[in-house]
């Protein structure tokens, strides 16, 4: 089945730094990313979607500014903490669909990263 | 009102018995659903998705009643492998990136 890659799978950062997750499809071509957290005891909440070459769209309440996402090319998106402050601390899924999903298909997840900001 | 609704639980089972959890969303327009299955501290694995038919996967089985706006997961003969949270999964609408995550229902089996 179609592979998501996710990395790094914990980071460990200072206040004020700047973060890089890292979300890649292996064997198929993601035409569109998905990016979400999911706090303790939470579900997990979109925060952006990208699509390849464009802008990625966020969702009311995420700081785009503060959460970067490229989407460069079909097999790569990345998501940058900017800047990152011990409430970022989180666990971050990317996700992703690819050419000829039909709309009823399931989502493939990255194995996410947890994100501790100390 | 949330989109999607899910009992959170914790659901406290013997292990061998049969166990049921609902969803409801609000948006009748939604496209397709799905279960997925999430364990402590990992990404959530798809466990089925829901037809309108309703369909079986083993001891799994998922119905779905668009009247109501709910689908149902019954999971027969439970086992201890199967504690984890339980996510209802809805396409919100005809797009692909509003798919929306319910809370999720928490499950334990005990022996």
């Known amino acids: 089945g179609a592979v998501v890659s996710q990395h790094p799978s914990r980071v460990i950062c200072k206040s004020g730094t700047s973060v890089k997750i890292e979300c890649r499809s292996l064997?198929?071509?993601?035409?569109?990313m998905f990016w979400y957290r999911q706090f303790p005891k939470q579900s997990l909440m979109l925060m952006a979607t990208?699509?390849?070459?464009?802008?990625?769209?966020?969702e009311q309440g995420v700081e785009k500014d503060k959460f970067l996402i490229n989407h460069a090319s079909l097999t790569l998106s990345t998501l940058t903490v900017t800047s990152a402050h011990p409430e970022d601390s989180s666990f971050y899924i990317c996700?992703?669909?690819?050419?000829?999903?039909?709309?009823?298909?399931?989502?493939?997840f990255g194995n996410g990263t947890r994100l501790t900001v100390t | 009102r949330k989109e999607v609704e899910q009992d959170p639980g914790p659901f406290n089972v013997p292990e061998g018995a049969t166990v049921a959890f609902n969803c409801t969303y609000s948006?009748?327009?939604?496209?397709?659903f799905f279960w997925y299955r999430q364990d402590c501290r990992k990404e959530p694995k798809l466990l089925m998705s829901?037809?309108?038919s309703g369909n079986e996967d083993g001891r799994f089985t998922a119905q779905l009643n668009r009247a109501s706006q709910y689908i149902s997961l019954l999971i027969r003969d439970s086992k201890l492998s199967d504690s984890a949270t339980y996510l209802c999964?809805?396409?919100?609408?005809?797009?692909?990136?509003?798919?929306?995550f319910g809370s999720g229902t928490r499950l334990s089996i005990r022996p």
């Open positions: 829901v037809y309108s």
């Open positions: 948006n009748s327009a939604s496209q397709s």
């Open positions: 990208s699509n390849e070459g464009s802008k990625a769209t966020y």
């Open positions: 996700s992703a669909s690819g050419l000829g999903d039909a709309l009823n298909s399931p989502l493939h």
């Open positions: 999964v809805v396409n919100k609408d005809s797009s692909a990136s509003k798919i929306i």
């Open positions: 064997d198929f071509q993601a035409t569109t």
